[in-house]
């Protein structure tokens, strides 16, 4: 189990997890994990031979996992996916939007198609796995009793909450996710009982994301720019999407986590804090002393 989980073993017992991207990094962290929690989990992914070795490393744990070949921009590999894994585990309680694409290209070489690529996978293709998966996932949906609303949680980024060098197409994905998370949380709460968040991952260690964003050398520098000075663990990812699943996250709605470290605040210090206490307390004595540029006392 690598690390020990905080949570109980049977946080998710009985629970049908399906989750696109599953096969590979923060997907298939996150699918060991709901599996080691007692859910029943299906991977989506478009390559059977990684999703073979996935699932077979699941099974080797004593989790109950298939793999389904499909592509979240296909309409009909959605609804055949679904269907499938209703159909092997009767009913659907969750489903995890991971699917993704990515590569870094300045604005001026990324093509509208490039554009466009990545916007289909991450934003169509989130809308569609969700937009498919309604019938399943709603209160007293198929195999689900009446009380018994799903969970939709959709991986996004943090990219967009102010500017991503190289992922305008990214960025703008994930803009649209989060919209995408917060009108559903809206509309599909209230008239489903269906809960919609997300997950903000930041750099996580040993993902097909960092290996494709960052090369080895240039970790260190992002590490330096991040305030807890580490990247993330898959682990940490995983542990926020139990949160969210479990009971512990019954009452959250309409949320995108963050999990960076802190990251997508950072910017350098600009006064050291032995000269920030200098200089503050210097400055309140001098206007204390010297008011100048103050309004005059009001007479009343
Ligand atoms: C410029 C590029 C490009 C590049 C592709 N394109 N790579 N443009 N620089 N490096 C352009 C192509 O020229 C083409 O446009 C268009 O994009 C579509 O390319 P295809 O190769 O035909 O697309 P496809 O085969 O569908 O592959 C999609 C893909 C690929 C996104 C390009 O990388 C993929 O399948 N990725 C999935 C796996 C993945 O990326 N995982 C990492 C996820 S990490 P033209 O105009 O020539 O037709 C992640 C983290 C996000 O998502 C958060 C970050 C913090």
Redesign the pocket.
């Known amino acids: 189990m690598g690390r020990s989980s905080p949570f109980k073993v049977e946080a998710l017992k009985g629970k049908v997890a399906l989750i696109t ?1 599953g096969a ?2 923060i997907g298939f962290e996150i699918a060991t994990q709901f599996g080691l929690h007692g859910a029943a989990v299906a991977l989506m992914g ?1 390559r059977s031979h990684v999703l073979q070795a996935a699932v077979e490393a699941l099974r080797s744990q004593g989790i109950q996992a298939i793999g389904l070949e499909g592509d979240v ?1 296909r309409q009909a590999d959605a609804a055949r996916v679904l269907e499938a894994t209703v159909k092997r585990f009767r009913k659907l309680d969750i489903l995890i939007n991971g ?7 300045s604005p001026e ?10 916007i ?3 934003t169509v293709g989130t809308y569609t796995m969700c937009h498919e998966s309604l019938k399943y996932l709603k209160a007293g949906g198929l195999g689900k009793a009446p009380s018994e609303g799903g969970l939709i949680l959709n ?5 967009h909450y102010t500017a ?1 060098w190289y ?1 305008i197409n ?1 960025s703008a994905a ?1 803009a649209a996710v989060d919209s995408i998370t917060r009108g559903l949380a809206l509309e599909w709460g209230t008239d489903y009982d269906i809960r919609v968040n997300g997950i903000a ?3 996580i260690a040993a ?7 960052a090369p080895e050398e240039m970790k260190s520098r992002i590490r330096d720019d991040i305030p807890l000075f580490k990247l993330g663990d898959k682990w940490d990812i995983a542990m926020a999407a139990i949160y969210m699943a479990s009971d512990a996250g019954k009452y959250i709605n309409g949320a995108t986590l963050i999990v960076d470290g802190g990251l997508w605040l950072s910017h350098p210090r600009i006064i050291p804090k032995e000269e920030v206490k200098q200089l503050s307390r210097l400055v309140e004595t001098k206007s204390r002393k010297d008011p100048v540029g103050m309004p005059p006392k009001s007479k009343l």
């Open positions: 991207g590979s990094g478009r921009r699917a993704a694409g990515n590569f870094l290209a070489d990324l093509s509208p198609n490039g554009f466009r690529t990545v289909d996978i991450d991986i996004s980024a943090t990219l991503a992922q990214v994930k991952p930041g750099p993902t097909p994301g960092m290996r494709k964003l």
